[in-house]
């Protein structure tokens, strides 16, 4: 699978911002769906995570703030990202796994997107 994020861009602190990560191939709705986001010199954090039957976990920094979605006829798993700190500025990844389940580790997931970069200003 491939997959295609977008909606990065630069918010004020208290903002929100919407990402979207596009997958190609027919199984997409049997796949696990996670973002994760990284910083220069920093380990990939995961932020969230959707099952097939469309479980979703939040990451403990962007609970309560962030949400996780998915549409399978349009091929295509969202975050919606509320109350955006300067913390959260990062390059976005969203990631595939075939195996049903949720993993927060950035090693379980086999297929990554090329990343859409958040700036919150603060």
């Known amino acids: 699978v491939q997959l295609q994020a977008s909606g990065g861009g630069l918010v004020q602190a208290g903002g929100s911002l919407s990402l979207s990560c596009a997958a190609s191939?027919?199984?997409?709705?049997?796949?696990?769906m996670g973002w994760f986001r990284q910083v220069p010199g920093k380990e990939r954090e995961f932020v969230a995570v959707i099952t097939s039957d469309s479980i979703t976990y939040i990451g403990d920094p962007v609970k309560g703030r962030f949400t996780m979605s998915r549409d399978d006829a349009k091929n295509t798993v969202y975050l919606q990202m509320n109350s955006l700190k300067p913390e959260d500025s990062a390059v976005y990844y969203c990631?595939?796994?075939?195996?049903?389940?949720?993993?927060?580790?950035?090693?379980?997931?086999?297929?990554w997107g090329q990343g859409t970069l958040v700036t919150v200003s603060s």
């Open positions: 191939g027919r199984t997409f709705e049997s796949y696990s």
């Open positions: 990631a595939a796994r075939r195996t049903y389940g949720v993993s927060t580790s950035h090693y379980a997931y086999a297929y």
